[in-house]
């Protein structure tokens, strides 16, 4: 080794004419530093830009816009841009002048508050989220109103249900303290007694039968032991089609664990309505989607209470618990010239042999517009709406979402819509006896991807509700008001893209309201009666997305009535009996972590001691038999 390199220091650099060479410090070895990447230093202020112009491009012109999701994104990732923007240029600033003389410091300081002046008008003056999108075309009701009380829907908001704190969380909306069983009960009870009129659940069902009856040509006469109820759930986050559920194993799977499906909590007080309070044998009720997959945490909430409910879905397999189902011999006919050469539909099991069916939809935004009641029988087919079958393909059936909105259908009003023939059905839209949706969480788009609703009342809350009816077409116009007045860009206007839908999406509940006589033209006669539908129900919008008045609330006509409830989480309500020398006590299953307490007397010093039996669930109560121990005993409940 020569001088020079013996006395060449080891962090210092040689040059051969070439290029730099850096010497590490440890092991003496020549390092050759990399290049930069300059498009990694740009990355983030390229993407605050970005943002930046995205936000004002589509904003400005339409404030409404700041509320959309994609712009609740763009937003902070915008402000943070404009941030470091007005801080760059006010540290330079300030540079600048420090760097004269010290008799300019004053002058530093001066453009400082300036330049954070500056920032905050900035700031403020970003245009505001405006919540209230455009009001859709107002026109007088449509159609025939159907129910008891004609045109009632009925809506129960109760925050109180959900507490969640969203996707990515790691806590699970379907859980016990993600949802609260005890008020989801409460909000359905309350649903139930408002559409029928009654002030209990036992004759509120039987006022709902025997007004289903009575209107189809029955008799005027309620629920009969053995006729058989199916419950048309939306499994679409849970679809068979796709990977979001483990076909053997039944679990979700990451990332799709936060896509949100009918929620446990709503299913299982459906269940315990009909099979407590209506008295229908658990054997006599089904329960699923045929397009899906039945996922653990449903079946696992439900299945142990109601162990004789058939529970069906896509695959059913074996030993899983759930049902197969497969196709009865019942046609289902399109009306349409456009399905004449395509293969002939027939109605999965479950619905075929139903004397009854409840929809029980989900509040969800759609690339049509909504899924609702209307959209949930897309899945009331064995067959994916394009055509697809299970394991077979996709075959040449009647693509459906051929006459949607923005997926090939005509974007205004007057055009043939497959869902008003789903609708009509007489085995199908025809045997539903109760219309239901599933507001607690809703879903942004078809996966159900769920965000807090901005709008008044929920304030950056979930949507925590329910909506219920006997009229398809008011609820599903209801529905429609809320969602179109929340997501204005997948109600009335294709995502991403600037074009809009025209009325479109609303387009199936004119031709529904007006079945016997729609303006395309179409011969409405699914079940080929030879007659066309008659009307389905009312439809129209209502005055104001604040007051949420339709014309029967404002006396203004026949149309909609919207019937606005709370629910709160119910107190314990204890019932006693005496059986010989022992008393009974019961309270409501759903409140779970009561504690019973009893005392020998009442007073301002009363002793309370802890009942420590465990309670036995005797229906939907739980029950604790306790043995009499003096001349008087007094209970109580306790959270």
């Not at 204890?574 to 409501?588: C, E, F, H, M, P």
């Amino acid at each position: 080794m020569d001088k020079a390199t013996m006395d060449t220091p080891r962090n210092s650099r040689v040059s051969d004419g070439s290029e730099d060479q850096h010497f590490c410090p440890q092991t003496g070895r020549v390092v050759t530093p990399r290049a930069r990447s300059r498009w990694r230093t740009w990355l983030l202020p390229g993407a605050g830009l970005a943002s930046l112009l995205w936000f004002l491009v589509r904003v400005l012109p339409k404030p409404s816009r700041a509320a959309y999701p994609c712009q609740r994104v763009a937003f902070p990732i915008a402000s943070g841009f404009v941030l470091w923007v007005a801080a760059l240029l006010g540290s330079a600033v300030a540079w600048r002048k420090a760097r004269a003389p010290r008799v300019a410091l004053w002058r530093a300081c001066l453009w400082l508050i300036a330049a954070g002046a500056g920032l905050s008008f900035v700031v403020i003056n970003l245009p505001a989220p405006q919540l209230a999108a455009d009001p859709a075309p107002a026109h007088p009701p449509l159609g025939e109103a159907k129910g008891i009380f004609p045109g009632r829907v009925v809506w129960v908001h109760a925050p109180e249900a959900t507490d969640w704190a969203g996707m990515g969380s790691g806590d699970r909306w379907y859980r016990a303290f993600q949802t609260d069983q005890s008020v989801v009960e409460e909000m359905l009870s309350k649903a139930v007694h408002s559409v029928a009129g009654q002030s209990n659940a036992t004759a509120a069902w039987e006022a709902i039968f025997r007004y289903f009856n009575r209107t189809h040509g029955r008799g005027d006469r309620g629920y009969q032991a053995g006729e058989k109820i199916a419950i048309k759930i939306n499994l679409t986050a849970c679809n068979a089609r796709g990977e979001q559920v483990d076909p053997v194993t039944y679990d979700k799977k990451s990332p799709y664990v936060d896509w949100v499906d009918n929620s446990p909590q709503m299913t299982l007080a459906l269940l315990r309505q009909l099979v407590y309070y209506a008295g229908v044998s658990q054997a006599e009720i089904a329960v699923g989607d045929p397009t899906g997959m039945f996922p653990n945490y449903l079946y696992t909430r439900l299945q142990p209470e109601f162990p004789d409910v058939i529970y069906f879905d896509n695959y059913g397999r074996a030993g899983s618990g759930r049902t197969r189902t497969e196709f009865s011999t019942t046609r289902f006919d399109w009306s349409t010239p456009n399905a004449a050469s395509k293969l002939q539909d027939y109605l999965p099991v479950p619905f075929a042999e139903a004397t009854y069916i409840i929809n029980f939809a989900i509040l969800k935004g759609h690339s049509c517009g909504t899924t609702v009641c209307a959209k949930n029988n897309y899945g009331s087919l064995l067959r994916c709406p394009d055509g697809y079958l299970r394991d077979q393909g996709t075959l040449n059936y009647y693509n459906m979402h051929d006459t949607l909105p923005g997926s090939g259908g005509s974007t205004n009003l007057g055009a043939y819509r497959a869902l008003v023939d789903l609708m009509g059905h007489p085995q199908l839209g025809g045997k539903t006896v109760f219309y239901l949706v599933d507001g607690l969480y809703g879903g942004y788009y078809w996966e159900g991807r769920p965000y807090k609703w901005l709008t008044a009342p929920f304030n950056n809350d979930w949507p925590s509700s329910l909506f219920a009816s006997l009229d398809p077409v008011a609820i599903d116009s209801v529905c429609y008001d809320f969602l179109r007045n929340e997501w204005p860009d997948i109600v009335s206007g294709a995502a991403g893209v600037s074009s809009r839908r025209g009325e479109g999406p609303q387009d199936h509940l004119h031709e529904a309201a007006l079945a016997n006589n729609p303006a395309s033209g179409s011969f409405y006669d699914p079940g080929k009666t030879g007659s066309r539908l008659p009307s389905l129900g009312v439809h129209e919008h209502w005055n104001n997305p604040i007051d949420k008045q339709y014309s029967r609330n404002l006396g203004t006509g026949a149309g909609i009535e919207l019937v606005a409830l709370t629910a709160t989480r119910p107190a314990p309500q204890l019932v006693t009996r005496k059986a010989d020398n022992q008393v009974v006590i019961s309270w409501q299953a759903s409140l779970t972590n009561c504690q019973l307490q009893s005392a020998a007397q009442l007073g301002p010093t009363t002793t309370w001691s802890d009942v420590n039996t465990t309670p036995v669930r005797v229906q939907d109560r739980s029950t604790v038999t306790n043995p009499i121990t003096g001349a008087s005993q007094f209970y109580r409940a306790v959270r």
